[in-house]
Structure formats: C-alpha cells, structure tokens
C-alpha cells in the first residue's frame, strides 16, 4: 500500500506562484503514473495533470496549460506540480495520487488508486 503525503499549498495572490509536492512511500515509486487533482468548494473533483512512470509523457488539463509544470524525482519519490500565474479560480483542495497498475499510461481518475490527504491551495484577486 502506497502512502502520499502532499505540502507546499498556501494562500498567494493571483500571478503568484506555488510548488506543490508529494512524497510518497510504501511501494516502488518509479513504477507508477502520479497525478495530481483538485476540488474546489461545490465542484467535481478534476484532473489538474499527470506524469508516466518514466517522466517522459505529460498530460494538462486545458485550463492549466502553459501555467502549470508537473514532475517527478523517482530518486527522491516526489512527484512536483510547479504552478504560475496563478488565478483565483485556481483555489482547490488539491490531492496527488497514483496508478493503480504500474507501467501503465491511463489518466482517467478511475485508473488512480491510492490519493494524499490533500493540500488547500487559495489564490486571492
């Protein structure tokens, strides 16, 4: 069973920018896709972006595209989300989480099996 334990959210203004990480233990981290995910208060949880086992092929949900950097460290077991310029609507509970099957490239939610604890992330105007 793999634990995940998210830090680096806050309360910025908007344009700020935030490092979001995961730590993750319990299992081999390299041999999984991590995602991260957000909620915001009365909304469906979604897919913010994802990385492979590898770190060689990136998915980003459109409304953060070119803002928002995701990475991982197999050597550190961290998986990273760099976000800039970020915007009000921006501000979420956001959640990493990994795949449920390794060496596999699904990004469907269904597809992630294990979630962090959440970190709340504000973005003020």
């Known amino acids: 069973q793999v634990q995940l334990v998210e830090s680096g959210g806050g309360l910025v203004q908007a344009v700020d920018s935030l490092r979001l990480s995961c730590a993750a233990s319990?299992?081999?981290?390299?041999?999984?896709?991590m995602g991260w995910f957000r909620q915001a208060p009365g909304k469906e949880r979604e897919i913010v972006a994802a990385?492979?086992?590898?770190?060689?092929?990136?998915y980003y949900a459109d409304p953060v595209k070119g803002r928002f950097t995701i990475s991982r460290d197999n050597a550190k077991n961290t998986v990273y989300l760099q976000m800039n310029s970020l915007k009000p609507e921006d501000t979420a509970v956001y959640y990493c989480?990994?795949?449920?099957?390794?060496?596999?490239?699904?990004?469907?939610?269904?597809?992630?099996?294990?979630w962090g604890q959440g970190t709340q992330v504000t973005v003020s105007s």
């Open positions: 990385v492979n086992w590898a770190g060689n092929n990136k």
């Open positions: 989480a990994s795949n449920r099957v390794a060496f596999r490239t699904n990004y469907k939610e269904g597809a992630f099996g294990s």
């Open positions: 319990g299992r081999t981290f390299s041999n999984y896709a």
